[in-house]
């Protein structure tokens, strides 16, 4: 009888845990987002883009921003990414016209790009000579030259050698 106490509590506690990792790296998302559209709120202030009577109550919908979390599966540190996919994230191997650059030789200079369009996350092969592939599940999607396909949380991109594991989520920049 102990031992099934002392398993349960082993259980629970290994359940705590589990949910705090969680916690900890959702808020960690959420800071990464809000640094991101604060700097983005700033940049438009200060070229004057706002029109003066815009609303910007914790009720405007346009606060809400989707956002991307790309994971290098494998990396040891962990390589992560956020980013407002509203500013298209250009993927190559071309260090200057790139905002990831991926030092392989199975990645095209200008590989892919990932973009909001719609309230939905794409992304676009450029005419890679590897493509662009997406592994969603069980299902293989291959993205060819020019095509666009719609990017899933959980979904995992590869991009030559390179495995990026997805997230979405929005962020609102007002409740930070």
């Known amino acids: 009888m102990l031992k099934y106490s002392i398993l349960g509590i082993a259980i629970l506690i290994a359940i705590s845990i589990f949910y705090k990792i969680k916690q900890n790296r959702e808020h960690k998302l959420q800071e990464a987002a809000y640094e991101i559209l604060k700097e983005e709120a700033l940049n438009k202030a200060l070229q004057n883009q706002w029109a003066q009577n815009e609303d910007f109550t914790r009720n405007n919908r346009e606060n809400k921003k989707r956002m ?31 905002t990831i650059c991926l ?10 790009d990932v973009y909001l369009e719609n309230g939905l996350v ?11 592939i997406i592994k969603r599940g069980n299902k293989i999607i291959t993205v060819n030259d020019g095509e666009s396909a719609v990017l899933l949380s959980k979904d995992f991109v590869i991009v030559g050698a390179t495995s990026f594991k997805i997230t979405l989520f929005d962020s609102d920049i007002i409740t930070m």
């Open 122 to 132: 794409y992304i676009k092969d450029l005419g890679s000579a590897n493509k662009t």
């Open 68 to 98: 991307i979390h790309l994971a290098v599966v494998g990396s040891k540190p962990l390589i992560s990414y956020v980013f407002n996919p509203e500013n298209t994230i250009k993927i190559g191997r071309n260090k200057d016209s790139n």
């Open 103 to 112: 030092k392989d030789t199975a990645v095209s200079a200008n590989h892919c």
